[in-house]
């Protein structure tokens, strides 16, 4: 099944489009063009389907994953946030701090996990990759 990752706005949800340029190759044929759901879509995965349907009746459809991703930009130093790549001598300890720009929960870590909060945190940052420096 096709991709699309992209980042959520502020309003932690996004707008996409899976339609890759859908015709008719019929001379003056109209066409409409549906996808389900129509979004925004929230942060997350979300199966959409588009369906393309010809004046005549004619129809055919298509389903892709839409993924939206929260943008995530709250890290202080000394950890740089994205794009930056965050590299550190094997061993060493960094100290992570970081805002959520208001209170989101825990839940903004890991929606899929569970087990208790602390849990949660620790599988997410156990989750970023640090680069050993040459």
């Known amino acids: 099944m096709?991709?699309?990752n992209l980042s959520a706005g502020a309003n932690t949800t996004a707008n996409a489009s899976i339609d890759n340029g859908s015709f008719d190759p019929d001379s003056g044929d109209t066409i409409t063009v549906t996808q389900t759901p129509a979004g925004p879509y929230p942060i997350g995965e979300t199966s959409v389907t588009l369906m393309v349907e010809d004046n005549h009746g004619a129809s055919s459809s298509c389903q892709a994953s839409v993924t939206a991703l929260y943008s995530f930009t709250g890290f202080f130093a000394p950890i740089d946030n994205l794009p930056t790549v965050n590299?550190?001598?094997a061993g060493s300890s960094i100290p992570?701090?970081?805002?959520?720009?208001g209170n989101k929960g825990l839940n903004s870590f890991c929606r899929r996990l569970s087990g208790v909060a602390a849990d949660c945190v620790q599988q997410w940052l156990a989750g970023f990759r640090l680069s050993k420096r040459p």
């Open 2 to 4: 096709p991709e699309r």
């Open 87 to 89: 590299l550190a001598n």
């Open 96 to 101: 992570v701090k970081f805002s959520l720009n």
